[in-house]
T-cell receptor
């Protein structure tokens, strides 16, 4: 099943904060975050691994709650450059070397001056 | 470094025609992925290759879709015959590794610019 992202869209002013969530009904091994600007390709932001390890972006932070199987991406003191659609990708915890990788539907973020 | 290269960037065709999308992965990347993006379904993984061999094609929607990777530097996604519901942006991505061994190193997928396909 595809991970569920919320909210679908958020509009915020420059300098404001926002939180984007990504949830799964299945146990996850990892959550990947990407950002896609209009008309461009998705660009990798970070990976969160089961066990709490986090790798990626310096200015954007995220968390992974293993009990809830939910990841949250925190856009703090947002900048105009943060505008875009944010996708989470998830890898389910299975007995295989890795589970099926799927992207959520995306959260559109618009940062206004 | 050149990133993932896709061609054409835009394709407009009529229903029933054959469409071929092309991708050149980043040199040295052993994994290649084809994705389809629509408003309704978001980003869907269609198929991926490892060392030119198709590993998982469970995302390919129908027999009308086929993908090949004849060598490490070239892959094609073909739709024959095309239908209006195939209209979407098709992305190719590549990565040096995939799976958990990659993710603990933060190796990830690098996406190409996409091909916007419109089937009339």
């Amino acid at each position: 099943q595809q991970p569920v992202q919320s909210p679908q869209a958020v509009i915020l002013r420059e300098g404001e904060d926002a939180v984007i969530n990504c949830s799964s009904s299945k146990a996850l091994y990892s959550v990947h975050w990407y950002r896609q600007k209009h008309g461009e390709a998705p660009v990798f932001l970070m990976i969160l691994l089961k066990g709490g390890e986090q790798k990626g972006h310096e200015k954007i932070s995220a968390s992974f709650n293993e009990k809830k199987q939910q990841s949250s991406l925190y856009l703090t003191a947002s900048q105009l450059s943060y505008s875009g659609t944010y996708f989470c990708g998830t890898d389910r915890e299975t007995t295989d070397s890795w589970g099926k990788f799927q992207f959520g539907a995306g959260t559109q973020v618009v940062v206004t001056p | 470094d050149a990133g993932v290269i896709q061609s054409p960037r835009h394709e407009v065709t009529e229903m029933g025609q054959e469409v071929t999308l092309r991708c050149k992965p980043i040199s040295g990347h052993d994994y290649l992925f084809w994705y389809r993006q629509t408003m309704m379904r978001g980003l869907e993984l269609l198929i991926y290759f490892n060392n030119n061999v198709p590993i998982d094609d469970s995302g390919m929607p129908e027999d009308r879709f086929s993908a090949k990777m004849p060598n490490a530097s070239f892959s094609t996604l073909k739709i024959q015959p095309s239908e209006p519901r195939d209209s979407a942006v098709y992305f190719c991505a590549s990565s040096p590794l995939f799976g958990r061994e990659a993710w603990v190193r933060a190796d990830t997928q690098y996406f190409g610019p996409g091909t916007r396909l419109t089937v009339l």
